[in-house]
């Protein structure tokens, strides 16, 4: 017979992966042994509260739905906290999209979600940790992270449980290369379940800002007015209430070092993030990167925006500088990388303090 652990009932949520109804059910659990392989946990026998709760944290349910896709396994914590939220990462193979993911994750780590009333732990302790050690640390380091490599199978990149006074919730982010993203198969059909996207703008692509061919010559990149052909294909792929697409949306001027002499950018590059974003200051962040890349980079870079309807933009850095010889030898130095993602959390209902009507309209 299955139980639930402190107290609750079934309540079932949808698998990120197949998008099929899952609960919690004690009787499909497994742990990962020291190969990574997948064993039953049988706790049955287990009748202290505090070594169930311990084991509950490292554990992983099986999904029942295994017809037409590999097996798949859900940390158990994602299945007995709150209303899971689901974050994808969207933008071509060089936006930077893993480079931000790793400096927000970083950022959380470091503790800064502390300064808008918010708490994290790991949704999971050891894939966290893999996590940390693949891309967070080695970025800090000055390292520069490999590309997504493309996948058959999507899985989220990392996951937290995030607290805000009584109420926590599983928030997982998914982080596919730019190819799979423009894929209209079964790697992406986790869209459909989408809670949140996080649209990376590749300024070396999307801005025809002479100062920046020195660059694209290096890196072997070029403009494009068309915009992201990612952005179209995972808009094309949600769900939509009416003409918008009903899940909330950032768009991030990735890799703004690049242009942070501009004005607009320089304003908000170097603006402090200790202070709990208002839907007021989101805002005028909104208008000025809306205005800067309509203005040089063209409404194709704007999709997201038209399309969503609660969407806010934003300037970052993951780095705070160019790569230079398959690193950053000048150190890393994330700047404005946690402001989208609390806009997400604002317009999810996970901020403290912040209306979800007023943020992102």
């Known amino acids: 017979m299955s139980t639930y652990p402190m107290g609750l009932g079934p309540r079932p949520v949808v698998c990120p992966y197949c998008l099929d109804p899952i609960a919690f059910d004690e009787d499909r659990l497994y742990v990962r042994d020291e190969t990574s392989t997948f064993v039953r946990l049988d706790l049955t026998g287990e009748h202290n509260p505090l070594r169930r709760q311990d084991a509950l ?23 007995t906290n709150g209303e899971p939220l689901t974050v994808a990462m969207v933008g071509s193979s060089r936006a930077g999209k893993t480079h931000l993911l790793a400096s927000m994750i ?79 198969g079964r790697v992406t059909r986790f869209l459909a379940a989408v809670s949140a996207f996080i649209f990376v703008v590749d300024p070396l692509r999307a801005l025809p800002l002479p100062y920046l061919d020195a660059v694209r010559d290096r890196t072997k990149q070029r403009t494009d007015d068309l915009g992201d052909r990612s952005f179209g294909t995972v808009l094309d792929r949600v769900g939509r209430d ?44 909104s208008r000025d990167v809306y205005a800067f890349l309509r203005h040089h980079g063209g409404p194709a870079w704007l999709k997201p925006f038209a399309d969503c309807a609660r969407c806010t933009l934003h300037f970052a850095s993951a780095t705070g500088g160019q790569e230079d010889a398959g690193g950053f030898p000048q150190g890393v130095r994330p700047r404005r990388v946690l402001t989208p993602l609390l806009s997400v959390f604002a317009m999810c209902g996970l901020l403290p303090g912040a209306d979800p009507q007023e943020v992102g309209l």
């Open 242 to 285: 009416g003409p918008y697409v009903d899940a909330a949306a950032a768009i991030v001027v990735g890799k703004s070092d690049l242009i942070r002499f501009e004005p607009a950018v320089a304003r908000w590059l170097t603006a402090p993030e200790n202070a709990r974003p208002s839907a007021r200051a989101l805002r005028a962040e």
């Open 57 to 79: 944290r490292e554990a992983f349910q099986i999904c029942g739905n295994t017809a037409g896709m590999p097996e798949h396994y859900l940390p158990a914590p994602y299945l």
């Open 106 to 184: 970083g950022e959380v780590e470091r503790g800064a979600l502390d300064a808008h009333g918010l708490k994290a732990v790991p949704l999971h302790t050891d894939s966290h940790r893999s996590y940390l050690d693949d891309r967070v640390l080695r970025l800090r380091a000055g390292e520069t992270l490999a590309h997504t490599e493309q996948t058959d199978f999507a899985e989220f990149a990392d996951g937290l449980l995030v607290s805000r006074g009584g109420t926590t919730r599983p928030v997982v982010f998914f982080d596919l290369s730019g190819e799979d993203l423009e894929r209209t």
